[in-house]
């Protein structure tokens, strides 16, 4: 056996391709950030964690890095600008982030505040979106691109922002809204900036991908662009229509489908300036990707183009479609959220125990007394060998399966089923040996390293901090932040608190697959952390209370110039008073209720007092205290 380093872990692990620069592990053997680059000042993940438990802030943590989300905003509008100047585009580069990706207010403010420099403006989707957005984003000239169902609340709403100073332009989503924004403009005296999202044919790939195709739940086709501009024109507002919106869905893994996409949105762009429409914007949307494992491939997971490779595709086809029809270049924005925010995010809990599968000890050998079926097993088990592994396991899967039909008609005991099952788990593990070894692992053997793999109980619940994992299998990446100069000898997967059997990260990243098991320590006694990566998009807002677990702790954390590391704000995650709420139950009601049946316990003198008030204590403590586990 070779000695272990660090270096083998980071290689396990995969962290430089899906670190982004951001990630790493250092000579501790603990998880470090580098919030502002691979050059820039380090946090020791691992070490951070004693500072948030003295403020009292308990597992699971979802920690955010701001400079990281400053790095990618500004690591976005970096790349535009090179495009720009590289192809010598006329027009200007107008991020916008949406909102929905991510609405806590820490986030959004910093976005605002980090995106001020390059005039990086909001998106919205709805009323509640718009609301927030009215009172964050103060950049002179920054953009707030109205998309999502409106109503007349809505339309006034975003009309009566342009009286504050702001930008708003409502983009029109579904044909029957033109006509209100015509209406209440009117009303109101005030002359709208008006876009129109485009419905592509072009469909886009992906597990996102039905924002786009002509049966997308949005956007106008070709000929209601056209009637609207005839509408806009007879109404004497044509110059009100100033942006075009195309949004093809998230996570586009294939820059194909981008080309494809702008190529079809330019000419619709081009084909509005023929009709006599000025627009002077090209929104072209989300769907800037995220490499969440590092493969650099069209997988679900990953993507595979880079972020320069992006802009350049935007400005050159923007460029060629406008050069060839005479069209002014326009000013280009983007609505890229995931790509903003997934990095900042690191999802940090503590393992509450292991079920192991493995055996320590040989099993005990058959005797003649032994039912048949032991007898069998036991054989199969001493004869096993690189010679006939899979003869072997063809033949203890049938004596499995024979044991349990005899158990289930009466002809085992439970004692021999337990043989049947500890001669059965023992062979296993002797063919995961053999199979290990073999220079090409058949087929039917990829089963068996997760059949042998042990469940990580861990402290979180997948429903609230992870649900794309759930939902959609998407994968992120997952490792121990600490113990990483130890070699990881197990192999398991891990179980979240819920009594969901979903409820598991049991798929985890891999270069060229997805591995069914992670590398992980054997627990020794002491707390054992594992984060899960590039968590920043999505989940916190999408996530619900399945089995009332709420809310996580949540904590700020940046780094000065001096390196040292800064908590901003801490955000408590939800109580159980709080999460019970939610679904209607009032914490005083159920206290008194709890106290009429103690009450009446003690009057008939089957509980003492000092139990009543123990139960009592302990139930309206219960009600203050997080939905989480702790340890001791
Ligand atoms: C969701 C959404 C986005 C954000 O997409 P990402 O893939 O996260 O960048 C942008 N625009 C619209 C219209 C959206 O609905």
């Given at each position: 056996?070779?000695?272990?380093s660090?270096?083998?872990?980071?290689?396990?692990y995969?962290v430089?391709?899906?670190?982004?620069?951001?990630?790493?592990?250092?000579?501790r053997?603990?998880?470090?950030?580098?919030?502002?680059?691979p050059?820039?000042?380090?946090?020791?993940?691992?070490?951070?964690?004693?500072?948030?438990?003295?403020r009292?802030?308990?597992m699971?943590?979802?920690?955010?890095?701001?400079?990281?989300?400053?790095?990618?905003?500004?690591?976005?509008?970096?790349?535009?600008?090179?495009?720009?100047?590289?192809?010598?585009?006329?027009?200007?580069?107008?991020?916008?982030?949406?909102?929905?990706v991510?609405?806590?207010?820490?986030?959004?403010?910093e976005?605002?505040?980090?995106?001020?420099?390059?005039?990086?403006g909001?998106?919205?989707g709805?009323?509640?979106?718009l609301?927030?957005?009215?009172?964050l984003?103060?950049?002179?000239?920054?953009?707030?691109?109205?998309?999502?169902?409106?109503?007349?609340?809505?339309?006034?709403?975003?009309?009566?922002?342009?009286?504050?100073?702001?930008t708003?332009?409502l983009?029109?989503?579904?044909?029957?809204?033109?006509d209100?924004?015509?209406r209440?403009?009117?009303?109101?005296?005030?002359?709208?900036?008006?876009?129109?999202?485009?419905?592509?044919?072009?469909?886009?790939i992906?597990?996102?991908?039905?924002?786009?195709?002509?049966?997308?739940k949005?956007?106008?086709?070709?000929?209601?662009?056209v009637?609207?501009?005839?509408?806009?024109?007879?109404?004497?507002?044509?110059?009100?229509?100033?942006l075009?919106?195309?949004?093809?869905?998230?996570?586009?893994?294939?820059?194909?489908?981008?080309?494809?996409?702008?190529?079809?949105?330019?000419r619709?762009?081009?084909?509005?300036?023929?009709?006599?429409?000025?627009?002077?914007?090209?929104?072209?949307g989300?769907?800037?990707?995220?490499?969440?494992?590092?493969s650099?491939?069209?997988?679900?997971?990953?993507?595979?183009?880079?972020?320069?490779?992006?802009?350049?595709?935007?400005?050159?086809?923007?460029?060629?479609?406008?050069?060839?029809?005479?069209?002014?270049?326009?000013?280009?924005?983007?609505?890229?959220g995931r790509?903003?925010?997934?990095?900042?995010?690191?999802?940090i809990?503590?393992?509450?125990?292991?079920s192991?599968?493995?055996?320590?000890?040989?099993?005990?050998a058959?005797t003649?007394?032994?039912?048949r079926?032991?007898?069998?097993?036991?054989?199969?088990?001493?004869t096993?060998?690189?010679?006939?592994p899979?003869e072997?396991?063809?033949?203890?899967?049938?004596?499995?399966?024979?044991?349990?039909?005899?158990?289930?008609?009466?002809?085992?005991?439970?004692?021999?089923?337990?043989?049947?099952?500890k001669?059965?788990?023992?062979?296993?593990?002797?063919?995961?040996?053999?199979?290990?070894?073999?220079?090409?692992?058949?087929?039917?053997?990829?089963?068996?390293?997760k059949?042998?793999?042990?469940?990580?109980?861990?402290?979180?619940?997948?429903?609230?901090?992870?649900p794309?994992?759930?939902?959609?299998?998407?994968?992120?990446?997952?490792?121990p932040?600490?113990?990483?100069?130890?070699?990881?000898t197990?192999?398991?997967i891990?179980?979240?608190?819920t009594?969901?059997?979903?409820?598991?990260?049991?798929?985890?990243?891999?270069?060229?697959?997805?591995?069914?098991?992670?590398?992980?320590?054997a627990?020794?006694?002491?707390?054992?952390?594992?984060?899960?990566?590039l968590?920043?998009?999505?989940?916190e807002?999408?996530?619900?209370?399945?089995?009332?677990?709420?809310?996580?702790?949540?904590?700020?954390?940046?780094?000065?110039?001096?390196?040292?590391?800064?908590?901003?704000?801490?955000?408590?995650?939800?109580?159980?008073?709080?999460?019970?709420?939610?679904?209607?139950?009032?914490?005083?009601?159920?206290?008194?209720?709890v106290?009429?049946?103690?009450n009446?316990?003690?009057?008939?003198?089957?509980?003492?007092?000092e139990?009543?008030?123990?139960?009592?204590?302990?139930y309206?403590?219960?009600?203050?205290?997080?939905?989480?586990?702790?340890?001791?």
């Amino acid at each position: 056996m070779r000695n272990w380093s660090i270096k083998d872990s980071a290689e396990l692990y995969q962290v430089a391709n899906w670190g982004a620069g951001f990630f790493g592990i250092n000579e501790r053997g603990h998880v470090q950030v580098t919030p502002r680059g691979p050059e820039g000042p380090a946090i020791d993940l691992y070490e951070l964690i004693p500072v948030l438990q003295d403020r009292g802030l308990r597992m699971p943590l979802l920690a955010r890095f701001s400079d990281i989300v400053a790095s990618r905003v500004r690591g976005l509008s970096k790349v535009f600008a090179k495009a720009i100047g590289d192809y010598a585009y006329e027009g200007r580069f107008r991020g916008v982030y949406p909102i929905k990706v991510n609405q806590q207010r820490h986030v959004v403010e910093e976005i605002v505040r980090f995106g001020a420099p390059h005039r990086i403006g909001l998106e919205v989707g709805s009323k509640p979106e718009l609301i927030t957005a009215l009172a964050l984003l103060d950049t002179p000239g920054a953009l707030l691109v109205c998309n999502g169902y409106k109503d007349r609340a809505y339309i006034e709403t975003a009309l009566l922002a342009q009286r504050l100073g702001r930008t708003p332009i409502l983009v029109i989503d579904r044909f029957p809204e033109l006509d209100l924004v015509i209406r209440v403009s009117r009303e109101l005296g005030v002359r709208p900036h008006i876009g129109v999202r485009a419905r592509l044919t072009t469909k886009s790939i992906g597990k996102w991908a039905d924002s786009s195709g002509e049966r997308s739940k949005f956007g106008l086709s070709a000929a209601e662009i056209v009637e609207a501009v005839d509408r806009l024109r007879a109404d004497k507002m044509l110059d009100c229509l100033e942006l075009l919106h195309f949004h093809i869905g998230s996570q586009i893994t294939a820059i194909r489908a981008h080309k494809d996409a702008l190529r079809e949105a330019c000419r619709i762009f081009v084909g509005l300036h023929a009709m006599g429409a000025r627009p002077h914007l090209l929104d072209v949307g989300g769907g800037l990707g995220v490499d969440y494992d590092g493969s650099q491939t069209n997988f679900h997971s990953s993507m595979n183009y880079s972020m320069q490779e992006y802009a350049n595709d935007v400005v050159s086809s923007v460029q060629e479609a406008c050069d060839e029809t005479g069209v002014p270049h326009p000013d280009i924005v983007t609505e890229a959220g995931r790509a903003m925010v997934a990095h900042h995010s690191v999802l940090i809990f503590d393992v509450l125990g292991v079920s192991e599968l493995r055996l320590a000890e040989t099993p005990e050998a058959a005797t003649a007394d032994d039912p048949r079926v032991v007898q069998d097993l036991y054989e199969i088990w001493s004869t096993l060998s690189r010679k006939n592994p899979l003869e072997g396991w063809h033949d203890l899967l049938q004596l499995k399966e024979e044991a349990g039909t005899l158990f289930a008609l009466g002809y085992l005991d439970l004692r021999a089923r337990a043989r049947v099952e500890k001669l059965f788990q023992a062979s296993c593990e002797k063919l995961l040996r053999i199979v290990r070894e073999l220079p090409q692992v058949p087929e039917e053997f990829a089963d068996l390293e997760k059949t042998l793999s042990d469940t990580y109980y861990c402290n979180f619940s997948m429903f609230q901090s992870l649900p794309d994992h759930w939902g959609f299998k998407q994968l992120f990446p997952v490792m121990p932040i600490h113990r990483l100069e130890h070699e990881p000898t197990r192999r398991g997967i891990l179980a979240d608190l819920t009594c969901d059997s979903d409820g598991k990260i049991g798929e985890f990243i891999d270069q060229h697959d997805v591995r069914t098991t992670l590398e992980l320590h054997a627990l020794n006694g002491a707390p054992y952390y594992i984060g899960v990566f590039l968590v920043g998009a999505y989940q916190e807002i999408l996530g619900d209370l399945h089995n009332l677990f709420g809310d996580t702790h949540a904590v700020h954390v940046r780094v000065d110039d001096e390196g040292k590391t800064l908590i901003e704000h801490v955000v408590q995650g939800d109580k159980v008073r709080e999460v019970l709420d939610y679904v209607e139950y009032e914490g005083a009601e159920l206290v008194a209720k709890v106290e009429q049946t103690a009450n009446a316990l003690v009057e008939r003198g089957e509980l003492s007092h000092e139990e009543a008030q123990l139960l009592l204590k302990r139930y309206e403590q219960a009600l203050e205290e997080t939905t989480y586990l702790s340890r001791e």
